[in-house]
């Protein structure tokens, strides 16, 4: 499904309206809800929306657990850091306890170490089955998701569900969730808007299947629904049919 929105603006809005009926509905069904952030600038205005009275009175934070999609493998206080970013705009402003919150960095370790430590977080902390409440994620101007970028061995990665590998043309080390992991949201968002992202989202959703080279089309989930929200730069290439 695609949802377009007339800015980003109003995507955001509309993202956290979301963001706030997914917690409500795991955490009546089952206690808890599991939600997995992005990083990048796309999640930045939504994170600062849930931090407002507005909407974080709305969220039974004691029972929210948080994840992320991926990291770049440097410290908590590197500005590059998805994860400081994500204390910056949202969790230094809700009360999460802190032992539910699960940032996907530990100095302690290599990232490959660290990767099997996590996907082990995931199971003791989400289930065995790996199924996610709520994904967010955003999409590159070249096509990527999460740290699954074009070319890189990790797209055809079956069984792992977190991995680590050192991206080359960054000249640094990145973690990631896997997409047969991705795949088992029960909801799995992507968020994306601006010009730059144009000509990626017509090839991720009409173009020739290619996942290679537009690694968003591995994003299929296996029983859950997968929206991409949008604003209407980013979609103006699209069809007719998808508008």
């Known amino acids: 499904m695609v949802q377009i929105f007339k800015d980003a603006n109003e995507l955001s809005a509309a993202a956290a309206k979301m963001f706030v009926q997914a917690s409500k509905e795991a955490i009546a069904e089952?206690?808890?809800?599991?939600?997995?952030?992005?990083?990048?600038?796309?999640?930045?205005?939504?994170?600062?929306?849930?931090a407002t009275p507005a909407y974080r009175e709305e969220v039974d934070w004691a029972n929210v657990y948080i994840f992320w999609g991926d990291e770049r493998w440097v410290s908590m206080e590197d500005e590059r850091s998805n994860a400081k970013m994500a204390f910056d705009t949202l969790l230094n402003f809700v009360p999460v306890p802190s032992g539910q919150i699960y940032p996907m960095y530990d100095a302690a370790n290599s990232p490959e170490e660290y990767a099997v430590i996590y996907e082990q977080l995931i199971r003791d902390v989400v289930d065995?089955?790996?199924?996610?409440?709520?994904?967010?994620?955003?999409?590159?101007?070249?096509?990527?998701?999460?740290?699954?970028?074009?070319?890189?061995?990790?797209?055809?990665?079956?069984?792992?569900?977190v991995d680590a590998y050192y991206l080359e043309p960054q000249e640094m080390y990145r973690i990631t969730l896997t997409a047969p992991l991705i795949n088992r949201a029960k909801k799995l968002v992507v968020m994306t808007f601006g010009e730059k992202?144009?000509?990626?989202?017509?090839?991720v959703l009409e173009g020739e299947h290619n996942p290679e080279l537009y690694p968003s089309q591995l994003l299929k989930p296996v029983n859950g629904e997968l929206t991409f929200m949008v604003d209407e730069v980013a979609a103006s290439q699209l069809s007719e049919k998808r508008r």
Do not use: Y
């Not at 089952?30 to 849930?50: A, D, E, N, W, Y």
């Not at 089955?129 to 101007?141: A, Q, R, S, Y």
């Not at 992202?197 to 090839?203: F, G, M, R, S, Y």
């Open 128 to 161: 065995n089955d790996g199924v996610f409440d709520l994904i967010l994620l955003g999409m590159g101007d070249d096509g990527h998701t999460a740290s699954l970028f074009p070319g890189t061995a990790i797209l055809k990665e079956e069984t792992k569900w």
């Open 197 to 203: 992202k144009t000509h990626a989202l017509h090839e």
């Open 30 to 50: 089952k206690g808890s809800f599991t939600v997995v952030l992005t990083g990048g600038s796309s999640p930045i205005k939504l994170h600062q929306l849930l």
